[in-house]
Nanobody, 126 residues
Framework: QLQLVESGGGLVQPGGSLRLSCAAS????????IGWFRQAPGKEREGVGC????????KYADSVKGRFTISRDNGKDTVYLQMDSLKPEDTAVYYC???????????????????WGQGTQVTVSS
């Protein structure tokens, strides 16, 4: 059974950076496409981006394109979300999720995922 654990969230000032990690255990990570999602209070869960199982294809939401970067190290069973030029509207709980069959660009949609992490809070505020 695949398990995912996010880390790296915190409080950052506008314009700052954070790197989130999504660590996998229980199954080989390179079998899975990985998506990053976020949910702000009172809002629906939003796809941030996703990366194919080998890392050769990545899709970003328009709201984060050019500011966020997804990468993965399958040898370490970890996927990363580098977030730069953060804005207050990026404040949310961030989740990673895994699916075996749907890669970019469709993997930005939450409906394809059954395995989710517990989330990590990101707060962008001065």
């Amino acid at each position: 059974q695949l398990q995912l654990v996010e880390s790296g969230g915190g409080l950052v000032q506008p314009g700052g950076s954070l790197r989130l990690s999504c660590a996998a255990s229980g199954a080989p990570l390179d079998d899975y496409n990985i998506g990053w999602f976020r949910q702000a209070p009172g809002k629906e869960r939003e796809g941030v981006g996703c990366i194919s199982s080998r890392g050769g294809s990545i899709k970003y939401a328009d709201s984060v394109k050019g500011r966020f970067t997804i990468s993965r190290d399958n040898g370490k069973d970890t996927v990363y979300l580098q977030m730069d030029s953060l804005k207050p509207e990026d404040t949310a709980v961030y989740y990673c999720a895994a699916n075996r069959f749907i890669g970019p660009p469709l993997c930005v949609m939450a409906k394809w995922y059954n395995d989710w992490g517990q989330g990590t809070q990101v707060t962008v505020s001065s």
